[in-house]
């Protein structure tokens, strides 16, 4: 396996290395290579309003190791993977693997130790990064998330990651879908990064937040854990609360208030919820008729489930199965 080692006072200066070492070409947002050891297209806006952005698109001939050195200003990093895979060393779990074949695509450390992961032979790795350095994090912020801002700054190498949601993944859509457009390129993808890392935070809270009620109901939160896992699994015809009650030894009135705490919405609501995300992947992955799609997942009146994705979206799925083609 390959390694290449880059180093420079900033991401600019590891783009020109690129530049120089793959006999690329680099304009003042755009990097490009195609050689016989990688291929690159890269879209890169740096430092506005304190936000660094990254589009990039890498192909690599062989498997290799990429390791960059780190930023010269301490900085926190977000990487959302799409439609690839990319594998991190980590020094809590031995190795991470993000990616739409995993559960976690998204993922934040700071930039005081070398960034290194692996790309493997001929795979596409699509990604964006964002970078915000600690100064503009403060300015932003206010120190209103002490809690966060100790881990941020723990020079102990750490990694935090998240699934993406949703939401993520269609502004990353978004911003990959403008990568080529010449007007408004970079107020969009700006607006939308900021969108993205808001997104991701929240994530990231709330997941802190399920943390906590774990240990405030440990006896109720794994029956509700798994009553949600069975509702997603049966979104169609999902269990009656009655049945659920008996099956788990719970009153009515504890579940429907368990479930709310833990999932922060009522039953019905999150069934709801989740017959909408089902159906957002199968119009963006799939061929399936619209039409199709709506009654599989128990939608008798197609209008007003186009209604209801708008709703969630706010797009309606048959603009965004055009969007997607």
Not at 49 to 74: C, H, K, S, Y
Not at 188 to 204: A, H, N, Q
């Amino acid at each position: 396996m390959k390694k290449y080692s880059f180093k420079g006072k900033s991401l600019r200066d590891l783009y020109v290395s690129f530049t120089k070492d793959f006999n690329g070409t680099w304009t003042d947002d755009t990097l490009k290579i195609d050689d016989d050891e990688v291929k690159m297209d890269i879209s890169y806006y740096q430092d506005i309003f304190g936000i660094t952005v990254a589009v990039n698109e890498i192909v690599f001939r062989d498997d290799v190791i990429i390791e960059l050195a780190q930023d010269e200003e301490p900085t926190l990093l977000a990487r959302f993977v799409v439609d690839s895979e990319l594998t991190l060393p980590s020094a809590q779990d031995g190795q991470i693997s993000l990616g739409p074949k995993h559960k976690k695509g998204a993922i934040l450390c700071n930039t005081y130790h070398p960034i290194v992961f692996e790309l493997k032979k001929d795979q596409k790795l699509k990604w964006i990064s964002i970078r915000v350095p600690f100064s503009e994090w403060d300015k932003i912020t206010k120190n209103r998330f002490s809690h966060l801002d100790t881990l941020f700054r723990s020079k102990d190498p750490w990694l935090v990651t998240t699934a993406i949601n949703t939401s993520m993944e269609k502004c990353i859509d978004e911003i990959f879908g403008y990568k080529d457009v010449d007007f408004g390129k970079i107020a969009f993808t700006l607006s939308k990064s900021i969108e993205l890392s808001y997104l991701f935070l929240v994530e990231l809270m709330k997941e802190g937040k399920e943390s906590e009620k774990l240990t405030l109901m440990r006896p109720d939160y794994d029956i509700i854990m798994t009553i949600k896992k069975q509702l997603s699994e049966n979104l169609v015809n999902p269990p009656k609360i009655d049945d659920l009650t008996k099956q788990y030894g719970v009153s009515t009135t504890k579940l429907r208030s368990n479930f709310k705490q833990v999932v922060g919405m009522p039953i019905h609501q999150y069934i709801m919820q989740q017959r909408y995300v089902k159906a957002y992947q199968k119009v963006r992955n799939t061929t399936e008729p619209i039409t199709s799609i709506a009654l599989d997942l128990g939608f008798s009146n197609t209008a007003h489930f186009s209604d209801g994705f708008k709703k969630y979206f706010n797009i309606t799925p048959s603009k965004l199965r055009n969007d997607v083609k």
